[in-house]
């Protein structure tokens, strides 16, 4: 596609159920990122993505918090037992190259999830 | 936790003024970079700029950047009601090369 797609846009989910967020990035993409960001502040990061590999997950809050990109492709974020503290939107971003933050990353519009 | 701070928080100006905004960061970086944020959408990449960069341009944005300092700014010339936005700088954190840290962020309002 031509840019970074990420779905749903918005996500309405009970204390306590799972979610799962999907991140299709730019084709040939190599890096994928996922961010988590509050009302009226700036995105934190949560977990990084060379390929299939993920190199770098020490943003996740907790253990109830999972990624994965099987493929080298489309990734999904998926946190169970949602809690309230989990409303956000989470953005998912790709960049051309493997060397992590040393290009511009593009962004998708981000899922907004409410936990209720 | 965030890297740096934008400065100030919020800015309103009227279309066809000039608006600055800046970003201080905490740690040593390889390149810094500025991106917007619209209401309710993604982040889009405005500049990178690298740590051996002074300043740089695009269109009408100026960066500078001040290694010593810890602090880049941004300066739109001739602002419009279409830059109205959330502005953000993101630093890779020197070492900690897998992320973008973001700065908290300013929130820019251009009236038209």
């Known amino acids: 596609g031509a840019g970074v797609s990420q779905s749903p846009r918005y996500k309405v989910a009970k204390r306590g159920q799972d979610v799962a967020l999907r991140c299709d990035p730019i084709s040939g993409h190599v890096s994928l990122f996922w961010y988590q960001q509050a009302l009226g502040q700036g995105p934190e990061f949560l977990t990084y993505f060379q390929n299939e590999a993920q190199l770098d997950k020490s943003g996740l809050p907790s253990d109830r918090f999972f990624a994965e990109r099987p493929e080298g492709s489309v990734s999904t974020l998926k946190i169970q037992r949602t809690q309230q503290e989990d409303s956000a939107v989470y953005l998912c971003?790709?960049?051309?190259?493997?060397?992590?933050?040393?290009?511009?990353?593009?962004f998708g519009q981000g899922t907004r999830l409410t936990v209720v | 936790s965030q890297q740096g701070e934008e400065d100030p928080q919020a800015l309103s100006i009227q279309e066809g003024e000039n608006a600055t905004m800046n970003c201080s960061y905490k740690?040593?970086?390889?390149?810094l970079q500025w991106y917007r944020q619209n209401s309710g959408r993604g982040l889009v990449h405005l500049i990178l700029?690298?740590?051996?960069?002074r300043e740089k341009h695009s269109g009408r944005l100026r960066v500078t950047l001040d290694t010593s300092k810890k602090s880049s700014s941004l300066l739109i010339t001739a602002s419009r009601a279409a830059d109205t936005a959330s502005y953000f700088c993101?630093?890779?954190?020197?070492?900690?090369?897998?992320?973008?840290?973001f700065g908290t962020g300013t929130r820019l309002k251009v009236l038209a």
């Open positions: 700029i690298r740590s051996n960069e």
């Open positions: 971003a790709s960049s051309p190259t493997g060397g992590g933050v040393d290009t511009e990353a593009f």
């Open positions: 740690t040593s970086i390889n390149n």
């Open positions: 993101a630093t890779d954190g020197f070492s900690r090369t897998y992320k973008y840290i």
